[in-house]
């Protein structure tokens, strides 16, 4: 298996710095139980509104890695306000490094329909 440990620290998010750097809104508090519908999630679909997306059930504030994401802004933007769980596993299902990113950027659950 690879060494990842370099290229982790070599593109660690800087959240806060982003965030300040695109203006972008901080993600909400996540206190234990925070749930949130894919409605709730659908209006954060730009730098502007917040970069949000539902995978495998959980809800993620992606507004930080946006510039980060070593595939693309564009592949980020492109699952703003959605479930992307499909688009996700199809590229990084097993990765342990998108997944490792991923967690930094958790905000609640996504509510079950
Ligand atoms: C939503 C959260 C995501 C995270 C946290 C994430 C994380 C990462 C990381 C860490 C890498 C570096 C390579 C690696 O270590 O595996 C990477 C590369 C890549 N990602 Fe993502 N990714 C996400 C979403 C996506 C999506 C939705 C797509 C496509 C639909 C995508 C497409 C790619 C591609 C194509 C690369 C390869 C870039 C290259 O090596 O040239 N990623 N991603």
Partial sequence: RPDRSLKQAAIAPAPQAVRDLLQAPAPAPAPAGTTYTLADIAPHNSLTTG????????????????????????????IAGTDASDQFNAQHAGDSTPAYYLDTFYIGDLAQS
């Fill in 51 to 78: 970069v949000w997306a539902a995978i495998n059930g959980k809800v993620y504030d992606l507004t930080a890695w946006v510039p980060q994401h070593p595939g693309g802004s564009d592949r980020i933007l492109a």
